[in-house]
């Protein structure tokens, strides 16, 4: 059954610490993204990483392979396990981010597929599909797929075989984590559980779905 994920998208560090320390003992990683970096600091690893939990960058780097590859080398170097990077830029580009992760001795996801009913229009299919390939072909350790659409998850895995997914989606974007557990490595919760009135009750609900 899946890790429990924190997307942990707070707006300051305060909120941020508050809310890893009443959830860290029902969660196996939280993953951070650009709004509380943007807010607070690549330095807010330090303090998250006191609570023993590994570190996921999700800031779905899409650029050219070398800005790919200097930006992986700062999120290695602040204290982070993993990264998340955006499929469609294309191979070089994703090879650039898992040589960076496999250099720090840390992993690399890919997005093929995003969560949000926009996604549709480009991000999903045949495309997704391709992207997944691809991922596979520059030696990622997983992709990122929609606990939204639960179906697309069970044909990418098809294509990965053994490699991780991690799985935005779920709880308010709809994602039924009952669902979703069976098929995937990783579920990401955020605001079922940054914004509930007991972030702490809140991720031991969903941690029971490891079970």
Sequence with gaps: MPDLILALDVLSSEEALSVAEAAAPHLDAI????????????????????????????????????TNRLIAEQVFAAGFSAIICQGFCGSDSVAACVEAADDAGG???????????GALEFLSGRN??????????????????????????????????????LSPGVG??????????????????????????????????YAAYRR
Excluded: W
Aim: glycine share 8%; with cysteine; hydrophobic share 50%.
């Design 31 to 66: 993953k951070i993204g650009y709004p509380l970096v943007l807010a607070a600091g690549l330095d807010i690893a330090a303090p998250l990483s006191e609570f023993g939990l590994p570190l996921i960058a999700d800031f779905k780097v899409a650029d050219i392979p070398n």
């Design 107 to 117: 992993e690399c996801y890919v997005v093929t597929e995003m969560s949000h009913p």
């Design 128 to 165: 997704a599909e391709r992207m997944a390939r691809m991922a596979v072909e520059c030696g990622a350790h997983g992709i990122i797929a929609p606990a939204t659409r639960p179906e697309r998850v069970a044909a990418l895995r098809t294509i990965i075989g053994e490699r991780k997914i």
């Design 172 to 205: 308010a974007q709809g994602g039924d984590p009952a669902v979703i557990a069976p098929l995937i490595d990783g579920m990401i919760v955020g605001r079922s559980i940054y914004t509930a009135e007991d972030p702490a009750e809140a991720a031991r609900a």
